[in-house]
């Protein structure tokens, strides 16, 4: 199936750039192009478009502003930016509404990547209002004790980065997070990170209590009585997983880098059961029933209750919030590999 993609930018070289760049793709992709963020909602009120890619800064409506709009008419759209600058303002207004964050000068070959792994992982889901909820998200709830625990430490005037590190580290929903800011183009790195604790070092105090406080990034998980989740068992069963991950990679002899990587997709390998568990309650304690009461695995019930697994939810999302290939996948076959 054909997808469909609108390009946002005041400078019209660069959109011929682009348009140049992904030509071969013309048999797959429709492609629009508007130099304006006022002129964007115009075409995308004729039709919607799997993805909106925007320019940052842009005179009138910038493309914070431009995907806020988006995000509220059109949830399911795939939201991406695109900045030469690295402005705190900035990551504070976009974050929200963004998926990913892409850097200039535009490299063609990595945006074309970017959309394609994109596209593929919305071909996971097959449900439409999953599809809507999961693009929707903002953030991942924590566990509560965690998220207190943060907020306390955030205000104290004897903050560190290490206590903030080991804090975010031990929750699955704050290291989520983490990995899609500290891995955006937004911090210019020239590796992806995927230690939580050197992730809180490199956003530093100022960013992540701008973050918790302001835009609010991450919050407290409140569905506990009515889900059937055990958030408190959940975090555990991860944060082992995580850890026995991490014990086989290096057993292996595998590189620092290729363990850390199996670190965080043992800890997110179940995030899907916190996104449903949060966001779909009640369905969510239908799948867990099912599961107990007809003897099968907790995926098989909730492909039959819901129509997807806690896998490809969790796949999906950490692969919109452009995460490494090899955790996406990692946590997209866990249950079949």
């Known amino acids: ?30 492609m629009e192009f508007a130099d304006s963020g006022q ?6 009120e004729k039709a919607p ?17 431009l995907l806020k709009e988006v995000a509220k008419r059109f949830p399911s759209s795939i939201r991406i930016i695109l ?17 990913q964050f892409l850097a200039k000068p535009l490299n063609g070959k990595e945006l074309q990547e970017t959309l394609a792994r994109a596209f593929a992982l919305r071909d996971i889901l097959t449900d439409t209002k999953l599809k809507t909820l999961i693009s929707d998200l903002r953030s991942l709830p924590s566990l ?7 907020m306390l430490e955030l205000q104290s005037p004897d903050v560190t980065m290490q206590k903030l590190g080991e804090i975010i580290s031990r929750d699955i929903g704050m290291t989520a997070k983490m990995m899609q800011l500290v891995n955006s183009a937004f911090f210019g790195l020239p590796v992806h990170v995927s230690d939580p604790m050197h992730a809180a070092k490199l956003l530093g105090p100022v960013i992540l209590r701008a973050l918790v406080l302001s835009v609010q990034v991450f919050s407290k998980f409140d569905r506990v009585d009515s889900c059937g989740l055990s958030i408190e068992k959940f975090t555990n069963h991860s944060l082992a997983v995580a850890s026995i991950a991490k014990h086989i990679a290096i057993s292996e002899n595998q590189s620092k880098k290729i363990a850390d990587d199996a ?11 916190l996104i449903l568990a949060q966001n779909l309650p009640e369905t969510y304690y239908k ?13 098989e019930a909730e492909q039959s209750t819901i129509g997807a697994t806690h896998a ?17 996948e990692a946590v997209a076959f866990h249950h079949r590999p």
């Open 144 to 150: 509560p004790t965690l998220y207190q625990e943060l």
């Open 49 to 65: 478009f799997d993805a909106i890619v925007s320019d940052m800064r842009m005179p009138g409506m910038d493309g914070a502003d």
């Open 39 to 44: 002129k964007a909602l115009e075409v995308l």
């Open 312 to 328: 490809e939810v969790g796949a999906y999302l950490l692969g919109l919030w452009g995460l490494p290939d090899r955790i996406v």
């Open 287 to 299: 799948a867990i029933a099912c599961a107990e009461d007809n003897n099968i695995t907790i995926w």
């Open 1 to 30: 199936m054909r997808k469909g993609i609108l390009f946002v930018d005041d400078e019209p070289e660069l959109l011929r750039g682009i348009r140049r760049s992904l030509f071969e793709m013309t048999s797959e992709w429709d």
């Open 83 to 99: 900045s030469g600058y690295s402005d705190e303002k900035m990551i504070m207004k976009s974050i929200g509404q963004t998926h």
């Open 263 to 273: 670190l965080i997709a043992g800890m997110l390998h179940d995030v899907g059961k």
